[in-house]
């Protein structure tokens, strides 16, 4: 009974060389060239000009970009954000997510192929490797080449290289959130801090190992975008595609052969496609999660074209419905204008044009109101009450201002003592106690509401316009 209830451990062991995940087979992608090939490096010198530039620019006598975590200030050029403003956060990953699922709809992962930085910096990080091993055969012949002292050396130049570029990643990273200057100036002296120390480390690896050795096992198995682009995609969306009907079938042919009379369609089978794809993928085996859409094989296939005295695009942008219906270019641009684009872009452009407006009208001077729990309430003598209250006030332009305050909202409510101004400094915020003073009978047991108003009329700086915030409070009545 044992026996038959528990068969033998053997006839269900798996094969010996049976993995339980697949080896990773290393991808020597192939230099390309062409119209695709140029936007994308464009798009690496744009984004890298923007990323290693912005901590080195000036403005009004600081980093023009900082965002000073420590001090909870968010310096942008001349805007001053502040924890208070994390709506302006909101709408940014709004607009961002919005976008995405624009792009998305009209031409599947543009971001990916384009913009990403896991593709810019293995862009980067793979011209290097061209540069320092040669191209995909050299570097295909090095790695089955044995160990010698050539090979160390391309290597260690190669590695030398990489890591160089990420460390001045991590450090040009913790220079948005540290000033660069101070940042440098306390590298050069040993005296970094930790926290600056592990986030330029740290950032420096995930950029050597994500765009050195990763590269697009971050694409096929991290990255959560590839996972559900197809839900964003449709029947009318803009995609990287084989030509089967113009293609096939395949074959080697020469060049001054007429392969139409062998029954052969215009693709030869040189595997160009797959030899320049970052990701290693066939893409005449049709649209694949993997796709980055970076259209390398688009640039390379129209080469091969070009060669053999073929039309372009056998491999180019289209649609699912452009190939069932053979549809001309003006036909595909027609079906980009469809309710789910109309309505993105509406949704989108809505959104940023409110944004743009709240920013424009946004009064540089915020006031927090918080009522003293621990006073709540003091009788002065039988006919007057006092409530405590903590006034911060912040100052979100550049320039220092005098602040006056007052309160209103019962009558003869007034604050005690002197209402001489405040200086508050620029871009700081400053705490100022108050303690108001209100007849008895000028209100209700109980809350009554009150409203304190702070103006920011500074005669120093005539150039500067008056501010004036007005804040609600609740003010009590025993």
Sequence with gaps: MESAARPPAADHAAPLDQALYEVRKKIYPRAVHGWFAAWRWLFVLGTQAVFYGGPWLQWNGRQAVLFDLAGRKFYIFGLVFWPQDIVYLTVLLIISAFSLFLFTA???????????????????????????????LARMKLDAQPLSARKVTLKFIKHGLWIALALWTGFTFVGFFTPIHTLGSELLQLHAGPWESFWMLFYGFATYGNAGWMREQVCKYMCPYARFQSVMFDQDTLVITYDRERGEPRGARARSADHKSKGLGDCVDCNICVQVCPTGIDIRNGLQYECIGCAACIDGCDQVMDKMGYPKGLIRYSTENALKQRLPAQGIFKRIFRPRVLLYTAILWAIIIAAMITLYQRVPLKVDVIRD???????????????????????????????????????????????????????????VPVRVEAPRASGRKGANRIFFTVEATDPSHPDVAPLKVVEKATFLIQ
């Design 106 to 136: 009209v031409a599947g992962r543009l971001w990916c192929g384009y913009a990403c930085p896991q593709t810019v910096y293995t862009e980067i990080f793979m011209w290097i490797e061209r540069k320092v091993e040669g191209e995909r």
């Design 373 to 431: 729990r621990g006073n709540v309430m003091h009788d002065g003598d039988a006919a007057e009450v006092q409530n405590v209250y903590r006034l911060q006030i912040m100052n979100t332009q550049e320039v220092a201002r005098e602040m006056r305050i007052s309160v209103s909202g019962l009558d003869g409510i007034e604050i005690e003592g002197a209402t001489r101004p405040v200086q508050v400094g620029p871009a700081s915020s400053l705490m």
